[in-house]
């Protein structure tokens, strides 16, 4: 019984996230540059007769706002991934909330990257029993080749049993 439970045990353990390199605090502070610097140009084409140009400036901020937070929102997917003897989890979370999940036998999966000779791996797969899962579509190439490296051992590892 104890057997069992070591099968169970996590070889390999990730979460994927994708990168995000402006912080809350540094998103206020652009924003209030942003609105400091278009208030300033607009109070100016308001001093030299040009007040419609104003609210175009407001527009700008506006637009960049709704952008950052946009793509912050695209910001909350992510995966979760774990590997032992005797399964392979795989869960995607969307940014809205809603997860799919992904099981299989590990024996059976196969782990499939494509490569492009200049950007390196362009995608990452897990293959089994006519069920394909892309992964890690978000993450930068660096990170592709890191989790590439750990994920495959870790895969070999569980099939080596």
Not at 29 to 38: D, K
Not at 103 to 125: K, Q, Y
Request: net charge positive; aromatic share 10%.
């Amino acid at each position: 019984m104890a057997e069992t439970n070591a099968a169970d045990t996590p070889i390999f353990r990730a979460l994927l996230t994708p990168h995000r390199s402006l912080g809350p605090r540094g998103f206020r502070v652009l924003m209030g540059i942003m609105v400091a610097g278009s208030l300033i140009c607009g109070l100016f084409c308001i001093a030299i007769g040009a007040w419609p140009i104003f609210g175009f400036f407001g527009l700008d901020v506006l637009i960049l706002y709704i952008a950052f937070k946009l793509n912050y929102r695209s910001g909350r997917a992510r995966e979760e991934v774990s590997v032992s003897r005797t399964s392979l989890d795989i869960r995607q979370v969307a940014p809205s909330g809603l997860a799919r999940e992904h099981h299989f036998n590990p024996f059976w999966a196969r782990f499939a990257v494509s490569r492009h000779e200049e950007i390196g791996i362009t995608r990452m797969d897990v293959e089994a029993q006519g069920q394909q899962v892309q992964i890690g579509s978000f993450l930068n190439p660096d990170d592709r080749e890191s989790f590439a490296k750990a994920f495959g051992r870790a895969l070999a590892t569980a099939k080596a049993g």
